[in-house]
């Protein structure tokens, strides 16, 4: 167990005497689709201050491509879509979770088109694509940036609104707490230094991990930090184990791996190998259209059949002019690499994509810490299981961040908003030890979780994941830094090593977490696995899963 990352609870030194403060009724954390939602509902009943660690349009919402899954057709219903995702879930989904979630999705795309989002549409009606895992084709999309011009106009609703203020390139180094509440945060500002925010509720929308990998899907600033700070703080999280590996990745020796939406292959594309052939019916009757561990899998499998490092994507059977106008971006990138869609076949490989587990909540996002709200990818909320449907993820980020919104809008109303600094403090002695290299750290760390803890995983290697990530956090998280590299690279081995607690108790394979010496699954293992900071380390309890 890594007493390293057991025994801290503050990253960074303060004193309140010393440090400026800033009093609000709700503080929102992250600026994707589910803080910006929840900001503009909390904002109904009070004072909202939002923080984003980077500019307030960049987060892993306006990298999102695919679409919002909604049931929107003819033919088509929550019911329908809830069975979908519940079986995609591979019996770690909330039932009731679900079909709520799903029931909200038109009413929600709705009111984003009232916004003034701007979504495909066949004359009057959206146009609905597909995408694996689906059974109907439910995903409303604007073109291939659908988080972006979702983020567009709610971002312009949030700059509008007379109660919110936005703080950008504000880092929040960790969750302050008083008697066991959560009562605000602890930031660092390039211009302004350290400062202590204090509110009725702290709202976590600050998105996923996926930066601990190597490759990987999301942007620079999903580096899992309010994940470890919600540990940290006491927080529990839930199936962290759970990463999703998104299939089909742009492959570019060299280059960082850009996303290629699952749309491509929902209009029509084909996966094939090396020597040009359709592969996935060997594995998956539903072919390139399975769930996404499945298709991961099957590339991965592939991929060591052939010993080549990657597959591809063909649409060179597209209508001529049909890609480049349903994918004006995706086709703009491939070009930038001298790849032309309409002659070449695009190489693709697996990279992490999505964090499934997180914080703790309930149905209105409250986490088992009072004060302390979640939403989005941060959360873990019983919707994605073991397995994220494809265009869930927008889905659960404005649905979770509506009610989380609300419930800090009534926190609002019975609680008064703080006046004064609480008597909160952290003062940590220099540490006798050796100072590593932080970005050789990282660099390393990001390659043994790509090498060990990616889509196929294995008992040895786990264990000698968490003997190496323990080994670097003697020599990390026994300091105090004062930049956000540092910061970071503390809460990717803090992220990393509960990632890799958790792969290594499930002892089966399910969903997105496949293990080759326990390769089926195992109705015992049909239960969550939550992680909770204790001095030693970490320590892993299993709950039971609602029927």
């Known amino acids: 167990m890594s007493t390293a990352i057991g025994r801290r609870r503050y990253l960074t030194n303060f004193e309140p005497h010393r440090l400026p403060h800033l009093f609000t009724d709700t503080l929102v954390l992250g600026a994707g689709v589910a803080g910006l939602q929840a900001a503009l509902e909390a904002a109904e009943e009070g004072d909202v201050l939002l923080i984003t660690k980077g500019p307030a349009d960049e987060s892993a919402s306006s990298w999102a491509q695919g679409g919002i899954a909604a049931a929107t057709e003819a033919g088509d219903s929550p019911d329908l879509h809830a069975e979908d995702t519940r079986a995609v879930a591979c019996g770690l989904g909330h039932p009731d979770v679900i079909a709520g979630a799903v029931a909200e999705a038109p009413e929600l795309i709705a009111e984003l088109a009232r916004r003034g989002a701007v979504f495909d549409r066949h004359g009057d009606a959206l146009e609905a694509g597909r995408e694996g895992g689906h059974t109907r084709s439910r995903i409303v999309h604007a073109s291939d940036a659908t988080g972006r011009e979702i983020v567009r106009v709610l971002l312009e609703a949030v700059r509008r609104h007379p109660r919110i203020r936005v703080f950008e390139h504000c880092f929040a180094i960790d969750l302050l707490s008083h008697e066991d509440h959560v009562v605000g945060v602890v930031t660092h500002h390039g211009k302004y230094g350290h400062q202590m925010f204090w509110a009725t509720t702290t709202i976590l929308a600050t998105g996923g ?21 919600a540990l940290r703080a006491g927080a529990v999280l839930r199936d962290m184990e759970m990463i999703q590996f998104h299939p089909t990745t742009l492959y570019v020796a060299g280059a960082a791996r850009a996303l290629i ?16 052939r359709r592969f996935m019916a060997d594995y998956d009757p539903r072919g390139e259209l399975a769930p996404r561990d499945v298709v991961s899998r099957a590339i991965a499998a592939e991929m060591k059949r052939e010993h080549a490092p990657c597959v591809y994507l063909d649409v060179r059977h597209f209508p001529p002019g049909r890609f480049a106008a349903r994918f004006p971006n995706l086709d703009r990138l491939c070009r ?151 910061w970071e690279t503390q809460n990717m081995l803090t992220v990393a090593y509960a990632i890799t607690t958790g792969a290594a108790t499930r002892c089966e394979s399910r969903g997105v977490h496949y293990r080759t010496d326990y390769p089926d699954t195992d109705a015992q293992w049909r239960c969550h696995i939550d992680l909770v900071r204790v001095e030693s380390g970490l320590q892993a309890a299993t709950a039971p899963v609602p029927d």
């Open 209 to 229: 991990c996926g930066r601990v990998f190597r490759e990987t899907t999301n942007p620079p600033l999903a580096t899992g930090d309010g994940l470890a700070m």
């Open 261 to 276: 939406s699952e749309a491509v292959r929902g209009d029509g594309a084909y996966l094939v190998n090396r020597a040009g």
């Open 336 to 486: 930038d690499f001298d790849i032309r869609p309409e002659r070449d076949l695009i190489p693709v490989r697996p990279s992490a994509h999505y964090s499934i587990g997180g914080v703790i909540v309930d149905m209105d996002g409250r986490t088992t810490l009072p004060g302390l709200l979640a939403c989005g990818e941060v959360s873990s909320t019983g919707l994605h299981g073991a397995n994220r449907l494809a265009s869930n993820s927008l889905l659960e980020g404005l649905v979770w961040g509506r009610r989380a919104g609300r419930a800090a809008a009534a926190r609002t109303r019975t609680n008064g908003r703080p006046n004064r600094p609480l008597p909160v403090s952290h003062l940590l002695p220099p540490s006798p030890r050796t100072t590593l290299d932080l970005t050789d750290v990282l660099n390393s760390l990001q390659s043994l979780m790509s090498r060990n803890v990616a889509v196929e995983r294995s008992g040895d290697r786990l264990r000698e994941t968490l003997e190496i990530i323990e080994f670097w956090a003697r020599y990390v998280m026994d300091k105090v830094f004062d930049a956000p590299l540092a």
